[in-house]
């Protein structure tokens, strides 16, 4: 047989026991198969002196290279937003969903070091690190020594693929075990390590794999879907975490987050969350990107502590929104510091689809909310008895009301209700009246009648003494003292925080920021329904609350008792006489010269007024390159629109 055939086939059979062995994890022959073939084209080699392009001895680590040289990606390489909390979930749910009919994907976040491989040809050519998203450093000779990519795909097209160099925690043990002079400390340092290691043989000891999740970059053709791209790395013969969750809806998402978040501590992988995208590639292309993150995907991070604990018994705690929310009395366990006796759980349809029982062993979480929280059953006893679901308040008694997934308390007057509309009130990101307790405030409820929160300015020393003299429970001259002051203190509020405060259903911190734009109360008050959802982070439900917020006449009575009482909501002053004072400015797109904070900055500094997104009261368009929907939406409008370069005139001329 001719050699150079014989070269072509043992390339073919030991390419594909590589790819059985490495990426399906499914070996069909022994290592001492492999070595026989693999030594026979060694010596081809040396014979001929000729090395194809899909041979597995390029996979060798060559000599120590003197320095990274770097490398143009084709196409950009974001990173991800981040989200961690669900308010923060929720805002991107509802972008997403003014972009259009979008379905998602769900996929573990690993831990360690994102590379981008080209192929040319369908021969692989390149290995590059992330970088800045724009270039990266050369690291081809190391990534030669990873087995989990093909060296030769049937793509023939200009192709850049994505992926996270890692190193499993079996092999970062088995690495410590045989180096015990200098081991190496976590899964995503020596990841990072073994791959921007000038010495490629390093790289080749410290076993690291590459999992390709992304195409970033294909000259011919065109995948329509995240599940496309997924499959078509997979049938290339890439290696893929074979988790992935394809979800129609936001409740669908936070279901397989929760998956993810309770089956990750039983991988080999080092995850610290979820990667959450927008599965169509039209709608993506609508959504765009800021100057950083694609605004189409975010990474939901689990910044936790997890332990396993028993549930003793389940109450029902009632919120500031008649909301019943199931809380479990655990056996206590140690978590990020602290010893944890109780956890929560959304409502009574997370309960049973967690599978939540009394008497059970189940998952609690940890993390930068400020409740822990069962993440879902772990075993059953014989014992265990199901949670039954409440017909009447646990506070109460009133009828329970049942829509979706929640129970609701049917009475406004319910004392925990409104113990927890007035803490929510007083807390640090809202009025931040320091020392203003939910114990404190119930104890004012009961014994002052304290219900609103105009009632809290209406306070006095002498609303602390009892009929003899003596003070209420808890209470001393200096800490009411205390309490008064920074009452009076909480007047002066930002409008965001205060708008944040007086508990609009579906407001939270980032719809309140937005809301704050338009400058005053009045202003949001009079806002109408298509104004709400021309803003970027309002959906209809939240739309139509704040909508139903202001007609409500008890809300218009209380804001104005507020007023009167001295409570004066603000916003930054704004700089008068520049050149765009009296400007409603939107940005769009990417600027060459500055980022998009700076050239806010620089705006607002010279009067103008920086919106989130394009509405009726826009006055002025920037388009930077690769500027989308807000663009589309301001032509629509007639709103005037101008490029980078007038823009940087105009900040000159000033």
């Not at 399906?24 to 290592?31: F, G, I, K, N, Q």
């Not at 003014?98 to 080209?118: H, I, N, P, S």
């Not at 192709?159 to 045989?178: D, H, M, P, Q």
């Not at 056996?331 to 049973?352: I, K, M, Q, W």
Request: with cysteine; charged share 30%; proline share 4%.
């Amino acid at each position: 047989m001719n050699e150079q055939l014989r070269m072509r086939e043992l390339c073919e059979i030991l390419n594909k026991w590589a790819y059985e062995y490495y990426v399906l994890d499914a070996p069909t022959v022994s290592d001492r198969e492999y070595d026989r073939l693999y030594d026979e084209l060694r010596a081809l080699e040396r014979d001929t002196g000729l090395v194809l392009a899909e041979s597995p001895t390029r996979r060798v680590g060559g000599e120590p290279v003197k320095g990274f040289s770097r490398h143009t990606h084709i196409s950009r390489l974001y990173s991800l937003d981040k989200a961690v909390s669900s308010d923060e979930l929720e805002a991107f749910f509802t972008r997403v969903q003014k972009a259009g009919d979008a379905t998602y994907t769900v996929e573990y976040k690993y831990d360690g070091l994102t590379v981008c491989l080209t192929y040319e040809g369908g021969a692989f050519v390149r290995a590059t690190t992330r970088g800045n998203g724009i270039e990266g450093e050369d690291v081809t000779a190391q990534v030669l020594t990873v087995r989990s990519f093909p060296m030769h795909i049937s793509y023939m097209g200009t192709l850049e693929v994505r992926g996270e160099a890692i190193i499993r925690l079996s092999a970062l043990e088995k690495y410590n075990a045989a180096h015990p002079e200098e081991p190496l400390k976590n899964a995503r340092n020596a990841a990072a390590g073994a791959i921007r290691n000038l010495d490629p043989k390093v790289t080749k000891t410290r076993a690291p794999e590459i999992l390709f999740y992304d195409i970033n970059y294909m000259s011919e053709d065109f995948l329509a879907t995240q599940l496309a791209a997924h499959e078509f790395l997979r049938r290339e013969g890439f290696k893929v975490f074979p988790y992935l969750r394809a979800c129609k809806t936001p409740e669908e998402v936070r279901a397989a987050i929760d998956e993810i978040d309770v089956e990750r501590r039983t991988l080999d992988v080092l995850t610290d969350g979820a990667v959450v995208k927008v599965n169509e590639e039209n709608i993506r292309a609508e959504m765009g990107a800021t100057d950083k993150f694609p605004r189409w995907a975010i990474a939901y991070k689990f910044e936790a502590e997890e332990a396993e604990a028993t549930v003793e018994k389940v109450l029902w705690q009632v919120g500031r929104t008649g909301k019943l929310t199931p809380l479990a009395e655990i056996s206590p366990v140690e978590l990020a510091g602290a010893t944890v006796r109780r956890a929560t759980l959304n409502n009574f349809g997370d309960l049973t689809k967690k599978d939540v029982k009394v008497h059970s062993r189940v998952l609690v979480r940890r993390s930068n909310e400020v409740i822990p929280e069962i993440l879902g059953a772990v075993s059953h006893v014989e014992g265990s008895v199901p949670v039954e679901k409440p017909t009447r308040c646990p506070a109460c008694g009133a009828p329970v009301r049942e829509a979706g997934a929640n129970l609701f308390c049917t009475n406004e007057l319910c004392p925990p209700r409104i113990v927890q509309k007035l803490t929510h009130y007083c807390s640090k990101n809202a009025a931040d009246i320091e020392g203003m307790s939910e114990a404190t405030l119930t104890l004012l409820l009961e014994k002052r009648g304290v219900s609103n929160f105009s009632d809290l300015y209406a306070l006095t020393a002498e609303d602390f003494e009892k009929e003899d003299g003596t003070f209420l429970d808890g209470f001393g001259e200096k800490k009411i003292s205390n309490l008064l002051t920074a009452i009076e203190k909480s007047k002066h509020i930002p409008l965001d925080r205060y708008l944040y405060a007086i508990g609009i259903e579906g407001v939270g911190r980032v719809a309140a920021r937005d809301l704050a734009d338009f400058g005053s109360v009045e202003k949001v008050a009079a806002l109408t329904l298509e104004e709400l959802l021309a803003m970027e982070d309002i959906g209809e439900i939240t739309a139509r609350s704040i909508l139903s917020y202001f007609a409500d006449e008890k809300n218009r009575s209380e804001l104005a008792r507020l007023e009167a009482l001295g409570v004066r909501p603000f916003v930054k002053e704004k700089a008068v006489g520049g050149i765009f004072a009296g400007e409603a400015v939107v940005l769009t797109g990417t600027l060459a010269a500055m980022s998009r904070p700076e050239a806010q900055k620089r705006i607002e500094a010279l009067g103008g007024v920086c919106q989130s997104s394009v509405s009726q009261k826009t006055t002025l368009v920037v388009a930077g390159e690769k500027a989308g929907s807000k663009l589309e939406k301001a032509q629509k409008l007639g709103v005037k629109i101008i490029g980078e370069e007038e823009f940087l005139t105009m900040l000159q001329g000033s």
